[in-house]
């Protein structure tokens, strides 16, 4: 088993206390996606029933709901007689999920923020930054996803946060794909804080191109990793 994956399920020991007396399918998925979106599981890894079983304190019939809501968000897959994996995601997989970020974080950077909405903002673009300079990228991964997720909250919808955080799961995954995970965070730590300045300035219109922009960007670099001549 691979060492990085040893250790990110050792990790779910710490996770126990989130589950309460009274263990959910659901907040097992939460726990799992959490670390899918920390970059922890990444794709094609195998999730061993009996290790997370034993590191949560959960039954198998309550990890295997678990496993099939986080199937049927596509980020795990059952293979016949192998059992569940980490899904490898397409670049049509890519392109989808950026329209969908379009449309959601287009809508958000137009609306008026909110004082708590923006501290959360501010708050992952500084972790990214800080991140950026002890040359940690798997974190500046995380507060990236964060700072996206942020920004998907102006909407004030529930529903929308819980769709940009599935959706942001997913997208961690694809970040996987990039060889050289700093040449491909790098340029967006200084765009966020341009993105925020904008967003805290009251222009959304600007915000709005910016990001179209900012989102075009990401999409391509992506979407040429997954080129088969690579």
């Not at 996606?33 to 009996?50: A, H, Q, T, V």
């Not at 996987?176 to 967003?199: C, G, Q, S, T, Y």
Request: charged share 35%.
């Amino acid at each position: 088993m691979d060492e990085a994956l040893v250790d990110a399920l050792g990790d779910l020991v710490r996770d126990r206390s989130r589950l309460g007396r009274s263990s959910t399918a659901e907040r097992v998925a939460d726990i799992l996606r959490d670390r899918i979106i920390e970059g922890m599981f990444k794709p094609g890894d195998r999730l061993s029933e009996e290790t997370i079983c034993e590191r949560l304190e959960v039954s198998r019939n309550t990890l295997r709901e678990a496993f099939r809501l986080l199937s049927h968000e596509r980020l795990l897959e059952h293979r016949l007689n192998r059992g569940v994996f980490v899904r490898i995601l397409s670049a049509a997989d890519v392109a989808d999920l950026y329209q969908v970020r379009r449309v959601l974080e287009g809508a958000a950077v137009r609306r008026k923020p909110t004082g708590q909405a923006l501290a959360v903002i501010r708050e992952a673009v500084g972790d990214a930054e800080r991140a950026a300079a002890d040359d940690d990228w798997q974190s500046v991964g995380t507060a990236n996803i964060r700072f996206h997720q942020a920004l998907v909250t102006l909407n004030d919808s529930p529903r929308l946060d819980e769709a940009m955080r599935q959706l942001l799961a997913e997208l961690r995954l694809v970040f996987h794909v990039m060889e050289n995970p700093r040449a491909f965070h790098e340029p967006f730590v200084a765009r966020n804080r341009e993105l925020l300045d904008l967003i805290e300035a009251g222009e959304p219109d600007r915000a709005a191109a910016f990001l179209d922009a900012y989102l075009d960007d990401a999409e391509q670099l992506l979407i040429h990793a997954y080129e088969p001549t690579r």
